[in-house]
Each structure stands twice: as C-alpha cells, then as structure tokens.
C-alpha cells in the first residue's frame, strides 16, 4: 500500500486538528461524566463547574489555535475556515457565559449538577461541528448531537412540572422537526446524487434544477427553522422556554441557532440553494410579525424572551434574502451580537429568579434599579441592545441586516421590519420601565452577584458594548468568510 | 469640503468632540464618584460649565462671513458600512450647541434641590442627555447624526420616568414609543440613501441628489422627504403630532421640560432646515402649502389651548407647540427674512421657555402643585421672582428689545412675503400668546392672596437667583443687539436658501 494510499485510510494528524474543539470538549464532557459518581456531592457543583469551565475555555483556545489550520479533513466532511472559526468562537464563548451563570444557578436551585456540565458541554460539541461540517449527514448527526443535549438539559428542573414537560414537548417535536430536515437531505441526495455541499453546488448551478432539489430545500428549511425558532415553526418556544432552566434557556435560544444559523447560511449560500427567496421573505415576515406582537401581552418573563428571540430569528433570516455579498457578513454579525445580548439578558434573568425560579414576572422587576442599580443596568444594556438602540450590538445588527435589504430593493420586508422594531421596543422597554420607574412590592433583598457570575455578566456586556462600538473587525472579518462560502 | 483650511487656531478640529464628549465623561466619571450627593451636585455643575466656557471658543473664532460648515473633522469610524466620524457646525448649528451648553449648567442649579433621591443617576442622565444633545446638531455624517438622535430618547425618558411626578411613567413611554416610531421613518429614508449613493456623509449626498446622480431619486425623493418630515415633525412638535408634548411636560422634573422645551424641540425644526431643505429642496417646496397651514394651525391651536390651561406647565407646553409653529412657518417661507427669523425664534424661545419652566418648578419645588386657581396675589410675597417673571413674560410674548420680539418679526416678514394670508393668520398667534401669558401673570401675581399658605413662601434665594439670572440677561442682550447672532445665521441660511433661487421666483404653494 503506498502512502498516499495509506493517507486516504487513516486521517492526517492535521486533520485532527481541523476537529480540535470538538476533540476538547469531548474529553472534558467525558471526563465530568466519570468523574460525577467519584466526588463528593457537597463539592461536586464546584469542582465539576470548575472543570467545565476549563473545558469550555479550552475550547476557545482550540478555535483560535485551530485557526491557522484551514484546510478539509475527514473525506471532506469537516471544513476549517474563517466561516466556521466564527460560529466556533461565538459557540465556545456562550458556553464559557453559560457555565459561568449556571455555576450559581445551580447552587440556588439545589440541582445536581454533573450530568448538567456534560450536557452543555456535549451540546456544544454538536453545535462546533454543525459550524465546520460541509456534509450533509455530519451535519445531520451534528444536530442531533446538539439537539438531544439540550431535550434533556431543558428538563433538569426534575421537580417542577413544567419543567418536563418543556423537555418532552420539546423533544417530541424537535424529533419530527429532525424527520423532515433527514427528509429534505433524502431528496437533495435524489436530485443531485451527492450529500457534499460543494458537489450540491455544482449540481445546482447547472439547468434545468430538479425539481426534487426545490422540494429537498424546503424540507430542509422546515427543519432548520424549527430550531432556530422561526414562524410558523415557532410555537413550542414559549413553553419550552417558560420551563427549561433559565442558564440553558440563555444557552439554547444562542449557541444551537447560531449553528444552525451556520448551517443555513451554508445550505443556503454555499450550495446555492434554488428559490430560497420567497421562502425566507414569508418565514422572515412571519417571524418577525408573530413573534412581536406575542411578546406584547406575555406578562412572564421567560415567555416574552421566548416571543423575542423568535421575532430576533426573523430580522436574521432577512439577511438569508439578499445577495451573499451582503447577506452573509450582515447575518453573521447578527448571531454575534444576539449571542451576546441574549444569553446576558438570560444572565439576569435567571440570577433574579432566586431560588424554584419565584420572580419570573415582569412585575417583580419593578424597583430593581433601586434593589440593585448594576444588575439592572446591566439588563438595561441587554434590552436596549435587543431594541436596536444605538451604542449597541443590537443597533448594529438591525442596521447592516437591513441596509442590505435595501441594496436588495427588498423594500417591503425592510418597512415590515422597520415597523416591528418598533413594536418590539414596547415590551422590552415595559421591562426597562418595571425596573426604574415602578417601586417594588417585594422588599427581599436581591442576593449579590457572584463573582463567577459578574464575569459572565461583564463578558457579554463587553461584547455587546464593543458590538455596538468598533463593529468595524467583527464586520470585516465576517465580510471575508464570504470568499470561504462562496469559493 | 475642508473649509478650515484657513487658519483657525489647532483647537478648532478637535474643538467640537471636546464639547460633545465632555460631558459624557464627566457621567462616566460621576458613576465612580462615591454617594455624597453635595459633590456630585458641584461635579456635574463643573462639567456642564466646562463644556460651555469650551463652547464659546465656537462663536468667537466663527468666520462669518464664510460659507459652509467650520471647526470640521472627518475620520473614518467604520469601514463598512462607510460611516464617517465626521462633525461640523455652520452658523445655524452652533448656536443650537452653545443653546444647549448654556441651559445645562442652569438644569444642574436648579435641580440642586428638587433631586434628592437618587441624585447619582440623575445628573448622570442630564450629562449623557447633554452629549447626545450636541451630537446631533454637530453630525454631519447621516449615521452619526441618527445614532445621536437616538441617544437623546433613553436619557430623557428616563428622567421623565424616574423624576417626574403624577402619570410620569406614562407620559415617558408614550414620549419614547411617539419619537422612536417617528425616528424609523426616518431610518428607513437613510438606508435608502445609503444604498443608492454608498455613503452616509451628509455634504456628499446633497451634492450626488444637487448633481442628479442618485438612481431611482425622482421616484422616492417624496417618499424620503416624508420618511424625515415625519421624525423630525413629532419631535417639533408639529400639530397633529404634538400629543405626547403636554404629557411629557407636566409630568417632567423641571430640569427636563427646561432641555426638552428648551433643545430637543429644536432637534425637530433643525432637522427640517438641514435635510428636508438640505436634501430635498423640490419636494420641500411642493409640499410647503400643507406643511405651513399644519404651522399655522399649530400657531393657534397651541395659543388657544393655553388660554385656557389650568395647570402652568401644560399651559408653557402649549405655548411651546405654538411658538414652535412659527418656527416651521418661517423654515417653510423659503424667505432670507423667514429663516434668519426662524433660527432665531429656536434660539429665543430656548432661552425664555427654558426659563419660564424653571420659574414654574420653583413655585413647584414650595408648593407642589402647577394648578393656577392655587395662586394668586404672590407679587406680595415674592416680589423679586415676581419681577423675573414678568421679565420672561415679557420676552416670551415678543415685547421689542426683548428676545422674542426679533426672530417672530423675522417670521411674519417672511411669512408675509410667500403669502400674505399666512404672515396676516401667523400674526394673530403673537396677539393670543401675549393674552394667555399675560392673564397667567394676572392670576398668579395680582389680586389678594386667596390661599394662607401662600403669604409665606419665601422669595428666590441666591442659587436660584444665579440660575434665573443669566437666562433674563440673554433674553435682553439677543432682543438689544439680535445682530451678534444673527450674522452668524445670515450666511448660513443664505447657503440653505440657495438651491430655492434657482428652483423659480414663485415663492410657495403655487
């Protein structure tokens, strides 16, 4: 057997490289695991934390070390470039932010939380890989490895009720959701005889296009837009949402859809998927209109995040409705700072909820900036940053998302758009008002912040402020991976 | 573009980033500074009074006789999309920025005593307020100058939110949600110019729309022009517009209704001069006939609602959507007279409603109530703040030598010369606003002192004395000697004007 044979048989030591992070958070996940029944119950939220967060900043080293590594590997199924070095940093960074606010969550809960660190870290090995994998089956089993984290990580409130329940809805419709996404990729195979992006691409570009290819994009589409939360996929958010633990709400409303983000952007770009127009144009409406006028009426907190993210998934899926040049720098700067903003926000959220999640209705936040003037001006920055106010991430975001329509001549989406930020400026401020203008009934004290906790409160705040700011090398770096997508 | 080429002194690039910002850092400084709240009272006096003494530095190394914007800087901020830091004044702009530098030093006197709980955050608020302010007549670049009209909403509904009294929390979500809805018109209309042209530099786009290059323009130039008519009209402003403007003002502090009558007004109608004139000189003439009747509706309408206001503030509210008619009134009269007048009555109006706001919270600040009917008779017991008043009353109603009387002259003449109809309709708003003011003076200040209480109130004391004193002082150097302002507004408003003399010698709503 000569070497180059010996080369297509066993991967390249490069090429492990190409799957580092994964490789790293694997270990460590594994490693929680084994270690759970060994330590002590006492000290296990601690030691176990520790050990989670290491994996996970380990994680962020691999990403940058990694970097430098561009290049396919494994059969051409995984593809390192700066297009998935981005989702990898905006993965690994939530799950630094969410173990960070789950590591005083837990303690206040009384949650046992070994299995809990795995998961996450487990779910984020799923989510790395959606980012770099350029195959449709790894992507497939990517997902999955993703999703069934979080079906479990969403029912690990054991004692309450609603908090199985979001684990099971969750689960059973996220299976179906997976069925038709399997279904669609079935049908790409049909009409183009490969599962690669790359050889879909080329396939898709020659006429006539099968129209089995159309019928496998949408399919595909109602399977990604289930996980992402887009209308009319949308309704099991809010209940999942209202149930799941609130650190894995922050996690799972941010890592798993900017992966799957990454996915449709490849799907939808890199394989130059035929009539995606009219699909986005409708989801994105949709999205952005429901998910809106939901959240003006949810009195719980939780929900009316729920209601938001799903509105925050239809101002992204514009980006998808424009040319690639724009679409792809302006969508991916739209995960970034959302990433930020959301899991921050979910950060207060469920450091207030004190212990059985008690103060989860907007009006208990009345006379926080009194209570307790950082954490509320924290959440400030989050929710104004969710607006679209200047200064912020979430300014930025809008901005470039919808200048993009317009070069696109998309003028009705983006007044549709324009309109709903306004709309969505109402119920985030009704929290904004709760906080400083209405005096508080409960006079509990709100407990300190923790320093695990303020870490993770200052991260997102740093980002979403440096978003805001200098978004000038986020964008620019983003505007390069288009060359990546597009070869 | 680079006008300051001519030797202004090193300070002038830096000079208005100076001015806008440093109030800002004092706020950021003030969330450092320990709970004491007697230092933070003198910090953010300091601040504010450093930013208006660097302020002057802008009309007094001003060229006035030169043409287009000065004290420029233009640096790239972030590369795509093209967004310039790039900021600048001409004679209009700069004196809405000393406006603001001026009133903000008098906001933290006399609030010196009305805040007392959560003073911290409050002057924090004023200062962020006060850079956001400035930014938005300093902008010269589209992004730069929507990011800063932006600013201004958070900061002030707050400080209506959180300082206010009665319905507060009211009148400031409806504040927010009126302008932020407004301001998405307008965002809208700067996307599109930004698609079409691929800058967002102000001085660019108006010589790309002057010079025909803008695909697709003649098609949605209506369209853009009511994308910034209608931000820039909710925030004069203008009827039907206005009401979110008595809600906000009666439930305010008082250092908020002095900014928001006194600056944030003016964001509205200086809006209008710089881009509905600026950028769309056609379509501003076009509609020109509506837009005048809905001033002039405004002009009366305001006036008649204040005669009959029992509350003070709101009638000082009122009178601002009137007097703020006669702003759009002379914008929209296309005349040199109509839009040196116009300028002025922004600058002017500033000043006297500014004060008159601050006389209704001190009365406030003994009495807690704004209702008229509680008064009466208080030239007995107050007489030197009974002779401000009447100092302020005066000049609001544009009695000759006083500030008011210069800019609604300018006004009418101009107003006048686009139609006689509408100086002659115009006109009467000056004779209403004379009779509602007036009568409010009668029935606070004269007759018995119906109410015990009232008899020993005691008199302004020396802080609220300094703070009423430069105002009055103001009003009457603008109404003696109007030209040291408005030399500086001639040329600019003449450089507006230009691209209106070559469109045709029929002056409005033919």
């Known amino acids: 057997m000569s070497a180059a044979e010996m080369a297509q048989v066993l991967p390249l030591a490069v090429e492990y490289i190409r799957i580092l992070p994964e490789v790293v958070l694997s270990l460590f996940g594994m490693a929680i695991m084994v270690l759970d029944p060994l330590v002590d119950e006492r000290t296990s939220q601690k030691s176990l934390g520790l050990l989670a967060l290491t994996g996970a900043v380990a994680a962020v080293a691999a990403t940058l070390y990694q970097s430098q590594y561009a290049g396919v590997g494994f059969w051409g199924m995984v593809k390192v470039d700066s297009f998935s070095t981005f989702f990898h940093l905006v993965v690994t960074a939530v799950t630094v932010v969410v173990i960070l606010t789950s590591y005083e969550y837990m303690e206040v809960q009384q949650i046992r939380a070994g299995e809990y660190y795995g998961l996450i870290l487990f779910g984020a090995v799923g989510m790395c890989l959606m980012s770099s994998a350029v195959e449709l089956v790894l992507i497939f089993i990517a997902l999955e490895i993703s999703s069934i984290s979080t079906y479990v990580l969403a029912g690990f409130r054991r004692r309450v009720a609603i908090s199985s329940e979001a684990s099971l809805k969750y689960f059973l419709l996220g299976s179906f959701a997976t069925g038709f996404f399997l279904y669609g990729v079935a049908l790409m195979f049909g009409a183009t005889g490969s599962t690669s992006i790359a050889v879909i691409a080329v396939a898709l570009r020659s006429s006539p296009i099968p129209l089995l290819a159309y019928a496998g994009i949408a399919l595909m589409f109602v399977g990604l837009g289930f996980k992402v939360a887009a209308a009319p996929f949308h309704v099991w958010t809010p209940d999942v949402y209202e149930g799941a633990p609130a650190p894995v709400v922050g996690f799972m409303s941010t890592a798993p859809k900017a992966a799957v983000f990454a996915v449709l952007l490849r799907v939808m770009f890199e394989a130059n998927a035929p009539g995606r127009l009219w699909l986005i144009w409708v989801a994105a409406a949709l999205s952005m209109t429901l998910g809106n006028v939901g959240a003006l009426v949810q009195p719980n907190v939780k929900r009316l995040l729920a209601y938001s993210s799903i509105a925050q998934a239809g101002y992204l899926l514009v980006a998808f409705a424009v040319l690639p040049g724009n679409g792809i720098p302006a969508a991916m700067f739209y995960t970034a700072s959302y990433a930020a903003m959301n899991v921050g926000a979910f950060a207060v959220v469920s450091h207030f909820a004190g212990a059985g999640e008690r103060r989860v209705i907007v009006d208990d936040y009345a006379g926080l900036g009194r209570r307790s003037p950082l954490l509320a001006a924290t959440l400030t920055i989050f929710l104004l940053s969710l607006i679209g106010i200047p200064m912020t991430g979430g300014f930025f975001a809008k901005f470039y998302v919808f200048s993009a329509a317009l070069q696109a001549d998309l003028v009705g989406l983006t007044i549709i758009g324009l309109l709903n930020s306004a709309v969505g400026a109402y119920y985030y401020l009704r929290i904004v008002v709760m906080m400083y203008m209405r005096e508080s009934r409960d006079e509990a004290p709100v407990a300190p912040v923790s320093a695990w906790l303020g870490v993770g409160l200052g991260i997102s705040t740093a980002a979403t402020l440096y978003l805001g700011i200098l978004p000038g090398r986020v964008l620019a770096y983003a505007s390069r991976s288009v060359a990546d997508l597009l070869h | ?510």
């Open chain 2, 1 to 510: 573009m680079n006008m300051h080429a001519i030797n202004l002194d090193e300070w002038s690039p830096i000079i208005l980033t100076l001015v806008t910002f440093i109030p800002l850092a004092g706020a950021l400084l003030l969330i450092l500074l320990p709970r004491r709240d007697r230092d933070i009272r003198v910090f953010s006096l300091v601040v504010s009074l450093l930013a208006f003494v660097l302020s002057l530095h802008l009309p007094v190394h001003f060229h006035r006789a030169q043409i287009g914007f000065q004290y420029e800087l233009d640096r790239a901020w972030i590369p795509t999309p093209n967004i310039h830091y790039h900021m600048g004044v001409d004679g209009i702009s700069m004196w809405l920025v000393v406006l603001t530098t001026f009133l903000t030093p008098l906001c933290v006197l006399i609030s010196w005593k009305s805040i007392h709980e959560r003073v911290k955050e409050f002057f924090i608020l004023l200062l962020v307020m006060e850079t956001a302010l400035i930014g938005v007549f300093v902008a010269l670049d589209l992004f730069l100058f929507y990011f800063f009209w932006e600013a201004t909403l958070i900061p002030m509904a707050l400080l209506i939110g959180m300082y206010g009294h009665g319905r507060k929390v009211y009148a400031a979500v409806k504040f927010f949600m009126y302008t932020m809805i407004a301001s998405i018109f307008m965002l809208a209309a700067i996307l599109w110019l930004y698609a079409k042209v691929g800058t967002f530099d102000f001085v660019t786009i108006q010589n790309a729309i002057r010079a025909g290059q803008v695909a697709n323009f003649a098609g949605a130039a209506q369209w853009l022009f009511l994308g910034f008519f209608i931000a820039f009209a909710v925030k004069v402003p203008l009827f039907p517009f206005h009401t979110w403007l008595p809600d906000a003002h009666v439930e305010a502090p008082t250092a908020g209704s002095v900014l928001l009558a006194g600056v944030l007004l003016k964001m509205g109608t200086y809006g209008m001069l710089r881009f509905n004139l600026g950028l769309f000189p056609e379509q501003a003439r076009a509609n020109a006939w509506w837009v005048m009747i809905l001033a002039l509706i405004g002009i009366i309408y305001g006036a008649l609602v204040a005669l009959v206001q029992p509350n003070m503030k709101k009638l000082i509210a009122y009178s601002s959507i009137s007097h703020l008619g006669f702003v759009v009134l002379g914008i929209f009269s296309f005349t040199q007279a109509g839009l040196d007048g116009a300028t002025f009555v922004m600058l002017a109006h500033g000043i006297s409603t500014g004060a008159l706001f601050m006389l209704a919270g001190i009365l406030y600040e003994r009495r807690h109530t704004y209702e008229i009917v509680e008064f009466g008779g208080l030239a007995s017991s107050m007489p030197v703040y009974a002779a401000f008043f009447l100092f302020v009353v005066l000049a609001s109603v544009g009695l000759p030598l006083l500030n008011g009387f210069v800019g609604e002259f300018l006004v009418l003449s101009g107003a006048f010369q686009a139609r006689a109809v509408y100086g002659i309709l115009g006109a009467t708003g000056v004779i209403w606003s004379a009779g509602y003011l007036l009568w409010m003076y009668q029935r606070v200040f004269f007759g018995k002192i119906r109410h015990p209480v009232n008899e020993i109130l005691p008199d302004l004391d020396l802080r609220e004395r300094v703070a009423l004193s430069p105002a009055a002082a103001v009003a009457l150097v603008m109404g003696v000697a109007p030209l040291l302002w408005l030399n500086a507004i001639d040329p600019a408003v003449h450089a507006a004007l230009a691209p209106f003399e070559q469109l045709a010698s029929k002056v409005v709503g033919q």
